[in-house]
Structures are given as C-alpha cells and as structure tokens.
C-alpha cells in the first residue's frame, strides 16, 4: 500500500503554499485554446485559497530555451482568473527578487502565479540550489499536476527532496493515484485493457507491463496490424511495423504461456486513402487486399471487444481503435466507448482511461464524463501503465508497504 498526505490534514490558513500546476495548456492565437488541465486544478486553488492560504502556483510552460517571451505564462494567467472568477497576480520570475516581492505582497487567500519555471535552465536539470530558492517561497507544497509527474525536474521533484517542505498531492492528483491504485494495486478482476494507436514500438513496454496485471489484454489500432502481420496476415497497405513483427510475436506467446486472453481484429473496415466519408468496405482481416488500408475495426470485432468487456469488472484504455479522427473511421472506439460508459453507469465496470488521443475519442463519443475516471496525463498516464514509478510521484510517498504474499 502507499500512503500519501491528505490535504484535509494541512493547515493552510496564512501559510503560503506553493502549488504545482500544470499550466502546459494548448494556445491559439496568444488564447488558451483548451482549458481541462486548469479545469482540473480549480478545486485545489479555490480550496486554498478559501482556507485562507496564499496561493502560489508554479508550473512550467513549453520546452523554452531560457527565458522567452513566447513561452510566458501571463496569457494563462487570465484563463485561470476567468475560471476561478477571482483575480490572480502574476510574477515576472519564478525566482529571485521579483518573486519574493510579489509573493510578500500578498495577502491570505490571495492567487498569484510565478512566471514559467523552464525560463532557468535549472529545472530541467532537477537542480537542488534552484529548487532551494523556490522551496523558500513557501511554508508547503502542493502538487497537482499528474500530467507532469513523469517529469523529475526542480519544480516537482528537488523542491521536495532537496528542501524541508512538506508535500501533499493535491484533489486532482490524489484522482489520479486513487484511480491508477484502484486499477493496479487492489482492482477489481478480471481486469481488461484496451491497448491502441498507431505504433507498437511507443507501447512495448506497456504491453509488457499489462500483461502481467490484465486477464484481457485488447489490441487496437494501427499497431493491431504488427500483430496481425506477426500472425501471418496481409495488411496491405496498412500502417504497420515490419521490425516489431517479432515482438508482437513475443507478446502473444507471453499471453499464451501465462493464460491471458488477446483480443485481436477479426474483421476490419479498409479504404483505399485515409479521409474522411471515403468510400470503404468490411473484410475479414485475412481478405484484406493488397492496395487496401485497415482504418477501422469491424462489427465482429466490435461484438467480441464488447463481450470481454461485458465479462471484466475493470477496464483500462490507452489508445483507439481506428482512425477516429476521420468519419465513419471513429465507429469502433466510439461503439465501445459508448458501451464501456453504459456499464460503467450499471455499476458492472470500473473504466479508467487515458492519452491524449484517447481522450480526444472518448470526446468524440461523448462519454468522458461517464467513465470512472479520465486522467489528464498522456506521458504520465502511458508511463504508469508501464508499471513505473513516476518522479512526480515518489516525493509524494509517505509510505509503501507491499502486500503479504498468500492468504
Ligand atoms: C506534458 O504536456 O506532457 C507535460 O506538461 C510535460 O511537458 P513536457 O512533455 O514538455 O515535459
Ligand atoms: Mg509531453
């Protein structure tokens, strides 16, 4: 079992506590063009800042190269006000002067954001004299921002490790660790996971990890053709890895010897190009022809993932299962999506999904909000599925005990 602090225990009131966030949001136009991960964060800040704290966020913004205007955080710094409908001051510097001034000025409940914590070369480098100087902005840490936890750099990882602070997760990141917990520590089994996207080699590692936690391991998407192709199969003009056949072989042998069920296609939707309303047939995936791509899966294939589903008490997805972004392409994700929703609302399915591309499809399908949990990160979520330890995460230990074999 680990053990993490819980904010409920933390007395804030006129403390001044530092709050990672991740403020790594998509912009259009100098806009914040897509707002969940600030979304995600406002119960923490409100929560805080209503206890009377000072509020202080911190967060890195893009991959500068030192400080750069481009990369400033002040453009977010307004979506965050609207949101919180409150107002938040912003510091031109994460350290040094500007900060101290800043965050003196401050009064209890007040928000105020430091600028960009990747303008110093430092953070990424998890510098301890850096993190120093921004532990001593605060009397706490928070950190919310599951989706940088893979990260261990300055902001999130020294600042707790080369400092006396002490760190809670904060509501949103204690989210995700209930939820990664309730799917791999003490899940409900039998446990299934839906494995898809484009290419085996970005998910090697997290095939390998799911097979020794899933009874149902569901492989979709482009890189279904590898294994399709390791099976003897033509894919055609599919997208597929011809180096990783072998691997793909492996991973299929690896379930066989220890007793897991693979789903694979057994029947596809091909087209001659990839657009959208092109026009397309269904084949049975050794029919596939030679000028045809794999865009889709099937309704035979559909039936079979939904029937696993259908038999698993948890389901964990990464990836989807066509080229959802182009219509009717999007028809085997959101079929199963909509199906994975309708038994999480029975009361049959815990459903834990995550990746960036899957949340797009779960979007599309108009189901995120009724799956168990949807995690905002895609490099945190992908690297917890393959079973890693994540540095973000570490500082915020308290304990860990494994459990006592047998019984
Ligand atoms: C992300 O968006 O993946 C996180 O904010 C981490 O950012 P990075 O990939 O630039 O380290
Ligand atoms: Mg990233």
């Known amino acids: 079992m680990t053990t993490f602090r819980s904010l409920d225990d933390a007395d804030v009131k006129g403390k001044r506590v530092l709050l990672r966030a991740d403020l790594n949001v998509p912009m259009h136009d100098g806009k ?45 710094v307004a979506e965050i006000a609207r949101l919180l409908k409150r107002p938040v001051g912003f510091a031109e510097d994460c350290i040094g002067p500007k900060a101290a001034s800043a965050i003196a000025a401050t009064k209890d409940g007040d928000i105020l954001c430091l600028e960009n ?24 840490f928070v950190d919310d921002a599951f ?26 990141m204690k989210s995700e660790l209930d939820a990664l917990a309730r799917a791999f520590e003490h899940p409900q089994h ?75 296609p057994v029947d596809a939707v091909v087209a001659q190009k990839l657009a959208a309303h092109v026009s397309s047939r269904v084949v049975a995936v050794d029919e596939v022809g030679e000028d045809d791509m794999i865009l889709d899966i099937g309704p035979r294939t559909i039936e079979h993932v939904i029937s696993a589903l ?14 959802f972004e182009y219509e009717p392409f999007d028809n085997g994700t959101t079929e ?15 459903s834990f999904a995550g990746g960036g591309d899957t949340v797009a499809a779960l979007n599309i399908a108009s189901v995120k909000h009724r799956m168990t949990h949807v995690s905002t990160g ?30």
Not at 338 to 347: K, P, R, V, Y
């Open 32 to 76: 914040v063009s897509d707002s969940t991960r600030i979304e995600e964060i406002v119960p923490t800040i409100i929560e805080l800042a209503n206890k009377g704290a000072r509020v202080i966020l911190l967060s890195h913004f893009g991959r500068p190269k030192g400080p750069d205007p481009k990369y400033s955080l002040c453009p977010v």
């Open 190 to 264: 039998p446990v299934a996971a839906i494995v898809g996207g484009a290419k085996v080699s970005t998910k090697l590692a997290v095939l390998g990890h799911l097979l020794t936690k899933v009874e149902t391991l569901i492989i979709g998407g482009a890189m279904a053709n590898t294994f399709l192709t390791a099976q003897g199969m033509a894919v055609g003009k599919s997208l597929y890895e011809g180096d990783l056949v072998a691997a793909a072989r492996d991973i299929i042998d690896k379930a066989r010897s220890l007793g897991r069920d693979v789903v694979l």
């Open 147 to 172: 989706s940088a936890a893979h990260r261990g750099h300055a902001s999130n990882s020294a600042i707790v490790t080369a400092s006396r602070l002490i760190a809670y997760p904060g509501r949103a």
């Open 336 to 350: 199963v999506a909509e199906a994975a929703a309708e038994l999480t609302a029975a009361g049959k399915l815990v």
């Open 378 to 407: 895609g490099g945190a979520f992908l690297e917890s599925l393959e079973g890693k330890m994540l540095p973000g995460v570490k500082v915020l230990i308290v304990q860990q005990t494994s459990a006592v074999a047998g019984g």
């Open 117 to 140: 914590t990747r303008f110093h070369p430092e953070e990424e480098k998890n510098d301890q004299e850096f993190a120093r100087k921004l532990a001593a902005l605060g009397d706490i």
């Open 310 to 323: 259908a038999r698993s008490k948890t389901l964990v997805w990464n990836g989807p299962f066509g080229a």
